[in-house]
């Protein structure tokens, strides 16, 4: 299976910061079918880009995904209070479909 | 929308079973159905999609235990998982998505979940 490692594991920063988060593939991901999701406490995940860099319905523009092949990559420029929280890539391209271990976005 | 539910608490060796309703439209409208689940203060871990056709396709760590079905007449689809041990106990999500679609829709809607106990 293709495993996706995120890194780093937690991210601390504050609010107006740009964030960073990594997901690393140890197979190249087919037709860069790569997703991010956002997960609060209680919640089900939320989409917030599919295809590597489309951003899914309703999400605002400083989400971007980049990124091909192995290394991808979520940005999130001028983090809003409501940003912070644990962020999940997912690979579907293939079978089985699988999700990085998580992000966590703590508040500095 | 989609709306889980079965029993919080099943038994060591038992089956676990989820059914997850889908509203605002018909099962068909969407290829893939998934079912994902979620182990406390852990990770998220897909566990296999139904086609609206009725074909499945499950993770190889679960296969020999997992069941998806499909019942159109009901807009809904299940989840069938035998032997189960506390390493399944997790919250158990279903989704509108599956490998191999890319499209706005694929893991746009979940669940809200339901918290599974392996417990005697």
């Known amino acids: 299976e293709n495993v996706l490692t995120q890194s780093p594991g937690t991210l601390s920063l504050s609010p107006g910061e740009r964030a960073t988060l990594s997901c690393r593939a140890s197979e190249r991901v087919i037709n860069n079918y790569v997703a991010w999701f956002q997960q609060k406490p209680g919640q089900p995940p939320r989409l917030l880009i599919y295809?590597?860099?489309d951003r899914a319905t309703g999400i605002p523009d400083r989400f971007r995904g980049s990124g091909s092949r192995t290394d991808f990559t979520l940005s999130i420029s001028r983090l809003e209070p409501e940003d912070f929280a644990v962020y999940y890539c997912?690979?579907?391209?293939?079978?089985?479909?699988?999700f990085g271990q998580g992000t966590r976005l703590d508040l500095k | 929308q989609l709306q889980e539910s079965g029993p919080g608490l099943v038994k060591p060796s038992g089956t676990l079973s989820l059914t997850c309703a889908v509203s605002?439209?018909?099962?068909?409208?969407?290829?893939?159905w998934s079912w994902v689940r979620q182990a406390p203060g852990k990770g998220l871990e897909w566990i296999g999609e139904?086609?609206?056709?009725?074909?499945?396709n499950y993770n190889p760590s679960l296969v020999s235990r997992v069941t998806i079905s499909l019942e159109r007449s009901k807009n809904q689809f299940s989840l069938n998982l035998s032997s189960v041990t506390a390493a399944d106990t997790a919250v158990y999500y279903c989704?509108?998505?599956?490998?191999?679609?890319?499209?706005?829709?694929?893991?746009?809607?979940w669940g809200q979940g339901t918290l599974v106990t392996v417990s005697s």
């Open positions: 295809g590597a860099s």
């Open positions: 605002g439209g018909p099962i068909s409208s969407y290829n893939w």
């Open positions: 989704a509108r998505g599956g490998v191999g679609l890319s499209t706005p829709e694929n893991f746009d809607s």
């Open positions: 139904i086609f609206h056709g009725g074909s499945t």
């Open positions: 997912q690979q579907y391209g293939d079978s089985p479909l699988t």
